[in-house]
């Protein structure tokens, strides 16, 4: 069984550029997240989808990112204008429903903005 | 505010030796804590979990303590391998509902030979 996939792996972009960032999940699982795990910490949460419906956002620089399920099963999380502080790695895990405990991750897009 | 916290970023360990990894929270409404193990490029595994009903749990080489009056958990493993060399995230929710997971820094073991 194929497990969540994000591409791309890596992007550098300079400062004020968009970019966007692309995760499939794990066949049949209805929640899908975002995180940001920035140099030396854990993971953050950005925003929590259940099947198409954002459910738990309020962790998301709304200003300048924005993500979307369309059919709740792909994703795509946006960052415009980048910003320096960008800089980190955005991961993508999906589960079978919001109560379940078990995540399960992807391996991340590494984001550097000069 | 650090609500699950990992206050040793690295550990060196001796191959063959106990390994343990301390986490601490602060947080009382949490009741359902995990570990999760990550390698270089990789997005993070989890490893083990354990109920707040419980005080240990244990699958295969990897235990899982916790001290609820203490608000603490550890992870031992032993024998520590070669392959345990990983960054370790210490994770904590409150299981009857949908919250999130919250993680720690993560804490560096590196298996020597």
């Known amino acids: 069984e194929a497990g969540v996939v994000q591409s791309p792996r890596y992007k550098i972009i300079e400062k004020k550029q968009p970019v966007a960032f692309w995760c499939n999940p794990i066949s049949g699982h209805n929640t899908l997240y975002w995180y940001l795990q920035n140099l030396g910490q854990g993971p953050e949460l950005l925003i929590r989808?259940?099947?198409?419906?954002?459910?738990?956002d309020s962790q998301l620089p709304k200003d300048r990112f924005s993500a979307e399920r369309l059919k709740g099963v792909d994703s795509t999380l946006k960052i415009q204008p980048a910003e320096l502080g960008d800089s980190a790695v955005y991961l993508c895990a999906s589960s079978l429903g919001a109560a379940s405990s078990e995540q399960y991750f992807g391996p991340g897009t590494r984001l550097t903005v000069t | 505010d650090q609500q699950v916290k990992q206050n040793s970023p690295s550990l060196s360990v001796q191959e063959g030796r106990i390994s343990i990894l301390n986490c601490d929270y602060t947080n009382s409404m949490f009741d359902y804590f995990l570990w999760y193990k990550k390698y270089p490029a990789e997005g993070p595994t989890f490893l083990i979990s354990i109920s707040s009903i419980k005080d240990k749990n244990e699958d295969g080489r990897f235990t899982v303590f916790l001290n609820k009056s203490a608000k603490h958990l550890s992870l031992h493993i032993v024998p520590s391998q070669p392959g345990d060399s990983a960054v370790y995230f210490c994770?904590?929710?409150?299981?009857?509902?949908?919250?999130?997971?919250?993680f720690g820094s993560g804490t560096r073991l590196s298996i020597r030979p």
């Open positions: 989808y259940e099947n198409e419906e954002a459910v738990d």
């Open positions: 994770a904590a929710k409150m299981y009857s509902s949908a919250s999130k997971i919250i």
